[in-house]
């Protein structure tokens, strides 16, 4: 022990010790097996013992043994001791299987892990064989009990308690439940639950399964609240008990999305009770619970407000409760993906929540007095009022009368939440140093840029400005080429609200030393590739993302290699040789069945042309019904659809005949492709009325009622064009002559 002091003061004395020397020891060369937790045994032992050669041979025993104390944060060795502490952890996390490391993963330092696992593999010897054989003998007796508990049956566990009192705190399950557990699990028979807690001894209701989940855990996890209230009235010492996983009930609450449940936990803790499920590290595990649940407003911001380390403390892996917002894409990209009327909805919904904040929500008393100011102010308030309720009553209904209304509200009331718990975290950050906050925002920073989450880059950039510097930690990525490479316009958009600085990542390079255009250049993730129809207009929107980002490059950038030796051009070929051969496969195939329906239609049309309806007089060989206005409807309808018709023919054959070079995907092809169905469309329109003027007039002089079920039956074929290929139509146009989905999304400068 006194060789392992001294070497740990060494350590600790010589912080220039090379890390990266440490960092390529290989565990595998000392550890040869996982830790593992088996039924019946353990490779504890073993374990340990190869463990502690590794730490010690590297002179680092000091930091399990707490011989190595963490200095102050605020002194400069400080980093050096929690890059070693990290070290250490890590080689510890790496040598436990999947269902040891779940159990370890919350704790802070080596040390905690290494005590932690102490604590759960050595245990006093247990009971003997006899008595695990009675045990198990015991469960199948009391099978009874267990299916009392499952159907709320009192009176049938009532007659087994009297006569067996042992049975309230025996096991009845093989999972180690006790009747409670079971009872508590359905999530009904409260009255049985009561009764069955008022015959338990304190010491009873403690009981934990093989999992360490106490009935309270159990009640929280099923959103029992009935129960909870139940088993915390009568002890509520079971708020602070941690599962086998380390989790209290408020966790297993959150993690189940138990909104009631959580809320009730939440509000019955007691701060100066120790271990406390809102201190420290548990806190923070608690509210990213929280948060993955999506209860941003009404629990998360209390929590953030109550406790505000919650905001500042960073678990492992980067788990700070601002990347966990930031992971939470589904809060923000709903409102992104809204259509046109969605959007004009939503600025409906924005009013009606701009008014809820302005004035509140109706029906929550006016906390003015009602006494004071003049009578003309006290009438002004009250209708006021009036409004106010008739206004959310009116939106209320609204709601409730169309569905898709209430989703729109569901997902603006999201967005504004989470954006609001940004500000809230960030705004809690700030008492923090930049060596504290960095490691925190950072993380945040590159998940909303790989995600496409503007917002949370926005707000975190406006609380610490230095944070559009960051990079990621092994490619060297700033955000603008997380932007380019996962296709998230919104976030590249922001370099359009950058000052003169963002002029440096014109030619910045990443740790393989690509540049932002050789990023651009490669092919998008499916996901986004996903969101354009059609491999042709994927192509076209592959080639936009490229000639955007060449605009902006420095020109001796949109010709340098990388590393491996590729121009940015090389790579934009050889990403997109696939995308390309199904591009030109699609576009045929479209142009191919278009061409068959245009050929269709100019014969048809062409054909009625020459044998007009009614015939010819036989003296001048004008068409009989020359004169009517039926008959000119006629003559103009047939003639524009053959002459569009035609059209359609020669550019869906000008698209079977192309070259199909990658430039012709930005604007030559989809050009073609939007006349070709434009005017197909056009024809089929024209034919389709031409068609029913000839039945007019053969059979609509003399019979009037034959003009309704015709134009009823004309709209028919409209209508399935317009319904199955209008969308591609509208796709391709505004893909190609639309506003684009680049430039400025705000006038407010980003940096």
Not at 608 to 625: H, L, M, R
Not at 635 to 659: E, N
Request: net charge positive; proline share 5%; glycine share 4%.
């Amino acid at each position: 022990m006194a060789s392992s002091q001294s070497s740990s003061s060494t350590t600790q004395a010589q912080p220039s010790r090379c890390q990266c020397a440490l960092a390529s020891v290989n565990v595998a060369s000392f550890v040869s097996a996982k830790l593992r937790r088996d039924k019946n045994s353990n490779n504890y032992k073993s374990w340990k013992e190869q463990m502690l050669c590794l730490i010690e041979s590297q002179d680092l025993l000091g930091y399990i043994a707490s011989e190595i104390s963490p200095p102050p944060m605020t002194s400069e060795a400080y980093a050096v001791w929690r890059r070693r502490d990290r070290l250490v952890k890590g080689w510890i996390l790496g040598a436990l299987s999947d269902e040891v490391v779940e159990t370890a993963v919350n704790l802070n330092s080596a040390r905690d892990v290494w005590l932690h696992l102490e604590k759960a593999f050595i245990k006093p010897r247990g009971p003997p064989p006899q008595a695990a054989e009675q045990q198990e003998k015991d469960w199948n007796e009391y099978l009874p009990l267990y299916t009392a508990a499952l159907r709320g049956d009192w009176i049938t566990a009532k007659e087994i308690l009297d006569q067996d009192p042992n049975a309230v705190k025996s096991r009845v399950s093989f999972t180690s439940e006790t009747a409670l557990h079971i009872a508590v699990g359905t999530g009904k028979a409260i009255p049985f639950v009561e009764k069955l807690v008022d015959a338990m001894p304190d010491e009873s209701l403690a009981l934990t399964d093989e999992l360490g989940f106490n009935a309270l855990h159990v009640a929280a996890r099923t959103g029992n609240t009935a129960a909870a209230k139940i088993l915390i009235h009568r002890l509520e010492d079971l708020l602070y008990v941690k599962s086998n996983y380390g989790f209290f009930p408020a966790h297993e609450a959150a993690k189940s999305a138990q909104r009631d449940t959580l809320l009730l936990l939440i509000s019955q803790n007691k701060d100066n009770l120790e271990p406390n499920p809102c201190a420290g590290a548990n806190g923070v595990s608690l509210l990213n619970a929280i948060i993955d649940a999506d209860f941003f407003a009404d629990i998360a911001l209390h929590l953030v407000g109550k406790y505000p380390h919650m905001a500042r403390i960073e678990l492992p892996y980067g788990n700070s409760a601002l990347k966990r917002i930031a992971l939470k894409e589904s809060a923000f990209s709903g409102v992104a993906r809204f259509n046109f009327w969605e959007r004009f909805i939503s600025s409906s919904v924005q009013s009606e929540m701009e008014s809820e904040v302005r004035h509140g929500p109706p029906n929550r008393g006016d906390i003015e007095d009602p006494t004071c100011g003049t009578r003309i102010h006290r009438e002004f308030r009250r209708w006021r009022k009036m409004v106010q309720n008739l206004h959310f009553a009116l939106c209320k209904i609204i709601k409730q009368l169309v569905p898709r209304i209430k989703v729109i509200h569901d997902k603006k009331m999201m967005h504004h939440q989470a954006l609001e718990l940004v500000k809230c975290l960030c705004k809690q950050m700030g008492s923090l140093n930049y060596t504290e906050a960095a490691p925190i925002y950072r993380e945040a920073m590159i998940t909303a840029a790989r995600l496409g989450i503007h917002e949370v880059i926005e707000v975190i950039v406006e609380a610490f400005p230095a944070a559009i510097y960051n990079r990621h930690a092994t490619t060297k990525h700033f955000i603008f080429h997380l932007a380019a490479q996962n296709r998230c316009e919104k976030v590249y958009n922001l370099i359009y609200q950058t000052s003169g600085h963002k002029h440096q990542y014109a030619d910045a390079k990443d740790s393989s030393g690509n540049t932002l255009l050789h990023l651009a250049a490669g092919l998008a993730p499916p996901h986004k590739l996903n969101l354009v129809s059609g491999a042709a207009l994927q192509m076209q929107r592959e080639l936009q993302w490229f000639k955007e980002v060449e605009k902006f490059v420095h020109p001796y950038t949109r010709e340098r290699a990388n590393y491996a030796g590729k121009t940015p051009k090389m790579v934009f070929t050889e990403e997109h040789k696939h995308l390309k051969i199904e591009g030109e496969k699609w576009m045929k195939d479209t142009a191919n069945s278009c061409t068959i329906a245009a050929a269709l239609i100019a014969t048809v049309v062409f054909a009625a042309a020459i044998t007009v309806p009614g015939g010819n007089e036989s003296t001048t060989g004008y068409p009989i019904f020359s004169k009517s206005g039926a008959f000119v409807l006629f003559a103009v309808s047939d003639a524009v659809s053959l002459f569009t018709s035609t059209t359609s023919l020669l550019m869906f054959l000008s698209i079977l005949t192309s070259r199909y070079a990658e430039e012709d995907f930005l604007y030559a092809l989809p050009k073609r492709l939007c006349i070709g169905l434009f005017t197909l469309f056009v024809s089929i329109l024209f034919m389709t009325i031409a068609f029913s003027a000839t039945l007019y007039l053969v059979f609509g002089l003399n019979n009037r009622w034959v003009v309704m079920p015709v134009a009823a039956l004309a709209c028919l074929p409209i209508s399935s064009f317009a319904l199955l290929q209008f969308p591609l139509l509208v796709d391709v146009i505004s893909s190609t002559y639309g506003r684009g989905i680049f430039g400025k999304q705000s006038d407010n400068p980003f940096y």
